[in-house]
């Protein structure tokens, strides 16, 4: 119930917040406007790919906006072309449109296949996705979504996403018909609590796919950007898929989303698509400074040491507390806790200064900047070390 007296009451209540203002952040920490320091661990779900205000991100935005803010998406503008094509360059697509929100991509990809359904394949529309998966928070993708939580939520939907299992290959034959136009996944289901489709299993989607002739999406918004390692997580299995969404990390923190398509599948025809803020220069100069760091070999190779370190410092963690495994690739981790107690050591965690995130009751999920620091992983795991031990023996005792 709305409380009139609450002095956050003037937002709507969409989530449960812990009553912190956030004022400053830089790098690997954030601060409240009481001073206190926070390491985090989230950096904004996977968005702030180089940490908090980076200097190359806000320089590229102070620039941008003495020169030019928004001209109209009904013309050209340099920061977006230079983008598109700098996208175009270091990926198997050809062509890009951007979005403001990892929904509002993933929205086009869907439209985008209903319309190659409609030019390609006698107007085939449905999109096979995945149990489990997460693709936002529209109409359609959260239709398209198979989050358990949404499923009571805002009916009737959006129809025609029919569930397969994740590495499941014959649960995604069993699904295939005329009306099918399209297979649409995570690479590494996020909100689920970081689980990866195999390379394996990304490969024989891929084989599928081509078969029945149909299109492969893949939604790249929380994989994408130098997350796992590479600069896109596809790579990983060798594979090309027929369109790609990106969000998140593109803007290294400021709202931009991208919608990626090969020549044969980009097939959108004047009026099919657009919007206001589609591609502004401001957000697109954020872009290119981000891709323009990301996508350097040595940079990547950082993040892949990162991760590797965060990943062995997680295990030894697991060992010592009787823990389960630890899933992920590069910068995107989770520590399976085999109890539900996620919840719990978040908000201990937050009392000590640390931001962490539980996806799933029982698990942890760890997206650092990429640039992350040895010594600041180590803060990390000393924290969360401190605070399973008193769990541990609180358990012991009850
Ligand atoms: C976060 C996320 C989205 C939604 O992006 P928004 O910017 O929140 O709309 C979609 N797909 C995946 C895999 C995500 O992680």
């Known amino acids: 119930m ?3 007296t609450h002095p956050y009451h003037a937002q709507m209540n969409i989530t449960a917040r812990p009553q912190t203002v956030f004022v400053k952040g830089e790098g690997a920490y954030l601060w409240d406007d009481k001073g206190k320091r926070y390491l985090d661990f989230m950096q904004g779900w996977a968005v702030n790919c180089l940490g908090h205000s980076p200097a190359v991100v806000a320089d590229a935005l102070a620039a941008q906006a003495k020169l030019l803010l928004t001209p109209s998406p009904a013309f050209y503008n340099g920061p977006s072309l230079k983008l598109a094509k700098a996208l175009v360059a270091n990926s198997c697509f050809d062509q890009v449109f951007f979005a403001n929100s990892g929904a509002e991509a993933n ?12 030019l390609h394949r006698g107007g085939a529309h449905e999109i096979i996705t995945f149990a489990g998966g997460f693709h936002g928070r529209t109409l359609a993708t959260m239709s398209a979504s198979g989050k358990k939580a949404f499923e009571p939520l805002f009916e009737p939907k959006v129809t025609g996403f029919p569930k397969a299992q994740l590495n499941d290959l014959d649960s995604v034959k069993r699904l295939i018909s005329d009306k099918t136009v399209a297979v649409m996944l995570e690479p590494i289901q996020g909100e689920a609590g970081v689980w990866p489709a195999t390379d394996q299993f990304l490969k024989a989607l891929r084989a599928l796919t081509r078969e029945h002739g149909l299109l492969l999406i893949v939604d790249e918004i929380q994989t994408g950007m130098g997350r796992t390692g590479k600069l896109f997580h596809y790579e990983h299995a060798g594979i090309e898929p027929d369109i790609m969404t990106l969000g998140k990390g593109i803007g290294g923190g400021v709202p931009l989303a991208a919608l990626l398509a090969t020549e044969h599948a980009s097939c ?5 698509q657009g919007g206001t803020f589609n591609g502004n220069p401001l957000m697109c100069a954020a872009g290119l400074a981000v891709l323009d760091h990301v996508s350097k070999p040595e940079f990547l190779k950082s ?8 990943e062995s410092e997680l295990q030894r963690l697991s060992a010592r507390h009787g823990l389960g495994e630890v899933r992920g690739r590069g910068l995107l981790l989770a520590l399976d806790l085999k109890l539900p107690i996620g919840a719990s050591i978040v908000a201990q965690a937050f009392a000590d200064g640390v931001l962490l995130n539980s996806p799933q009751p029982d698990a942890l999920r760890f997206m650092p900047a990429l640039n992350v620091e040895r010594d600041e992983i180590a803060e990390m795991v000393e924290c969360l070390d401190a605070i399973l031990t008193k769990a541990g023996a609180a358990r012991r005792v009850a």
């Not at 959108?268 to 099919?272: A, K, L, S, V, Y």
């Open 303 to 310: 993040t892949v040491d990162a991760g590797l370190f965060l």
């Open 2 to 4: 709305p409380n009139a």
């Open 268 to 272: 959108f025809e004047h009026g099919d």
């Open 107 to 118: 929205e086009g990809a869907i439209k985008l296949a209903r319309k190659y359904g409609a």
